[in-house]
C-alpha cells in the first residue's frame, strides 16, 4: 500500500467518527487525494540535495505530508527528510502520530519527524517581529505545504495582535499561516497551499499583499470552476485556490495559472503563462486571475485608463439602511413623511422601477444617517448569484423622475455613485455605459471572484475622465437603447476607435 492510500483510508475512518459540525468549529476540511498529489506535484525539487526540511502548517491527518514525501521517494539523491508537523487540535493528533509511525516505517527514506501540538502562530510571534535575538537558518525550510485553517478572528485576537504588519480590521487565519509560512522558508524555498481566493483583493487584505508580495514570487495559480467540489467529504461553499510562492528577490516573466472543474479532473486542466507584471499591479497590489489571452487584453484596455472615480470627483457608497435594524420605521405603503427606500429588486433593464408593490419599500425616519438628498445616482447591486451572468447590474436613478422628495435611502444591499456635487443626467448616463459594459463587467470578474460588488475596489478601478464619461452618457440618451450591446458599441467607438 502507498503512503497516500493509507493515509487516506485512517483520515476517512476519521471523518465518520467526528460530526462535521465539530469540524467546522476549528474550520477542518481535509484536502482529497487527487489534490494532495496536484499540490506536491507543484514544488521544484532541489538538485543534489541529501536532506531536505518540510513543514507542514495545519497537518491535520498528515494528508499533504504523505503526498510530498511519496513523490521525494522517487529522487534518488534525497536520504533524509527532517518533517515538521503543527497540529493542536487534539481529536486529531493521534491519527497524525499513527500515520507518521506508517510512513516513517514504510517509506524508502529516512524520515525523522516532530509534531508540534502548539499554536502555530503564536508558537512564532517573537520570532515573526524579531523581538527575540535573531532567527536563525535552523528553524527554515526547504518546502512549506498546508491547507491552514479558514476562520475569520476578531482583530484583537492573539493571532492578530502577533502579526500586526499585515493585519487590517478582523483578519482570516488563513492568510496569517500564509504570510508564517513564507517566513519560515529559507530564502529560495516555496510554499504551495490551498486558500481561499479572497485574499486577491479586497482593502482588508491590502497590507498582506504587499508584504508578501514584496518578499516572495507568486509563482503558480490553480483555479476551481466549482465552488463546492473542492473538498470531497464537506460541501464548502469557497472560492478556494491553490498557490505557490517562492521566497526570492527575483520575478518571474510568467505565472502559471491552470484550472480545472473540480477536484478530481487534474489531468484535464487548462494552462496559460500570464506575464507577470499583469496578474499582479497596481498600488492596491491586487491578483488578477487571468486565464486566457482574452482577459490579458480587458485588462490591458481598462488599466490605459488614468482617472478613477475619486480622482475625478466621484466615490460609490454602500446603502444606507440595514432594513431589518430599522423595522420600525418600514411601511408598506405612502404615508405622510415616508420616503423611498430603494432596494436591489428595483433596479431593472436599467433603470429604476419605484414603486413596485415590494414590503417595506418606504422608510419614516428622521435619522440623517438613513437619509440621502434626492439625486441623480447609478445604483449597482451589491450582491448576484454565482449563476447569473453578469456580476455589475446597475440602474440610472434620475431625481426628476421623484420630484415629490427631497430625500430618499437606499438598503445596503445596493451601491450608489453620487459626487461632491450634483451629477449631470449625462454623467449617470455615461456611469452606467461604462459598469453596464462587457469589458467592465469581465475586469470585475477577473478582479473578484466573489459575488459581492465592493464599493472599495470599483473605486480603484480606471476609467475614462469625466468629459469622456459624460460623452458616452450623450451617445446612449440619443440611442434610447439600455441594452449591454448598445453599452458595448459605444464605449468601444469613443474610447478604443
Known amino acids: 500500500m502507498e503512503l497516500l492510500d493509507f493515509v487516506i483510508r485512517q483520515t476517512d475512518e476519521y471523518i465518520d467518527s467526528i460530526p462535521r459540525a465539530e469540524r467546522k468549529k476549528y474550520g477542518q476540511f481535509f484536502t482529497s487525494i487527487e489534490t494532495a498529489v496536484f499540490m506536491a506535484s507543484l514544488f521544484d525539487i532541489p538538485e543534489n540535495k541529501a536532506t531536505l526540511r518540510i513543514l507542514d502548517t495545519g497537518a491535520g491527518t498528515g494528508i499533504l505530508s504523505a503526498a510530498l514525501i511519496q513523490r521525494l521517494e522517487g529522487i534518488s539523491s534525497l536520504q533524509k527528510i ?27 527514506i529516512q524520515i525523522d519527524y516532530e509534531i508540534r501540538n502548539d499554536n502555530y502562530i503564536l508558537k512564532q510571534e517573537k520570532e515573526y517581529n524579531c523581538t527575540s535575538e535573531t532567527d536563525s537558518n535552523h ?57 481561499p481566493r479572497s485574499w486577491t483583493s479586497g482593502t482588508y487584505f491590502k497590507r498582506f499583499r504587499k508584504k508578501i508580495l514584496s518578499i516572495s514570487a507568486l509563482k503558480h495559480i490553480h483555479l476551481f470552476v466549482s465552488r463546492n467540489k473542492v473538498f470531497d467529504r464537506d460541501n464548502v461553499l469557497q ?49 488578477y486571475l487571468v486565464t486566457h489571452e482574452d482577459d490579458v487584453t480587458i485588462l490591458e484596455k481598462v488599466d490605459k485608463l488614468s482617472h478613477t472615480l475619486p480622482s475625478i470627483g466621484l466615490k460609490m457608497r454602500t446603502g444606507l439602511t440595514v432594513d431589518f435594524r430599522h423595522k420600525d420605521e418600514l411601511r408598506d405603503n405612502k404615508e405622510h413623511g415616508a420616503v423611498p427606500l430603494f432596494y436591489p429588486q428595483h ?78 443626467e449625462e454623467l449617470v448616463y455615461g456611469l452606467y455605459v461604462i459598469f453596464n459594459s462587457t469589458l467592465y463587467d469581465r475586469y470585475y470578474r477577473i478582479l473578484n471572484g466573489s459575488t459581492q460588488v465592493n464599493s472599495t475596489e470599483i473605486n480603484t478601478i480606471p476609467i ?3 468629459d469622456i464619461i459624460e460623452q458616452l452618457g450623450e451617445k446612449i440618451i440619443q440611442s434610447q437603447d439600455m441594452s449591454e450591446r448598445c453599452c458595448d458599441n459605444v464605449l468601444m467607438e469613443l474610447l478604443y476607435g
Open 139 to 195: 528553524k527554515k525550510y526547504d518546502m512549506v505545504i498546508g491547507n491552514p485553517p479558514y476562520m475569520k478572528i476578531g482583530k484583537d485576537a492573539p493571532e492578530a495582535k502577533a502579526m500586526p504588519d499585515i493585519c487590517y480590521g478582523a483578519p482570516n487565519l488563513y492568510f496569517l499561516f500564509m504570510a508564517m509560512g513564507v517566513f519560515n522558508l529559507f530564502q529560495e524555498g516555496e510554499l504551495v497551499y490551498i486558500v
Open 82 to 108: 527532517y518533517l515538521v508537523c503543527y497540529e493542536n487540535d487534539h481529536q486529531v493528533l493521534e491519527v497524525l502520530r499513527q500515520n507518521l509511525d506508517w510512513i516513517k516505517a514504510h517509506s524508502n
Open 464 to 466: 475614462p475622465s469625466k
Open 239 to 287: 472560492e478556494t485556490i491553490i498557490i505557490k510562492l517562492k521566497k526570492s528577490n527575483d520575478r518571474p516573466k510568467h505565472i502559471t495559472i491552470t484550472t480545472t472543474q473540480n477536484n478530481k479532473d487534474f489531468s484535464k486542466r487548462t494552462i496559460f503563462k500570464a506575464p507577470y507584471n499583469t496578474v499582479i499591479s497596481g498600488e492596491e497590489a491586487y491578483v
Open 347 to 424: 433596479i431593472q433593464s436599467g433603470k429604476i422601477l419605484f414603486p413596485m408593490g415590494k414590503a417595506k419599500e418606504y422608510i419614516v425616519t428622521d435619522k440623517t444617517s438613513l437619509l440621502q438628498n434626492n439625486s441623480n445616482y447609478l445604483f449597482v447591486k451589491r450582491f448576484t448569484t454565482k449563476e447569473e451572468r453578469r456580476r455589475l447590474q446597475c440602474g440610472v436613478y434620475l431625481s426628476k423622475v421623484f420630484p415629490c422628495y427631497e430625500k430618499i435611502s437606499t438598503q445596503n444591499k445596493i451601491n450608489f455613485i453620487s459626487g461632491d456635487t450634483d451629477l449631470s
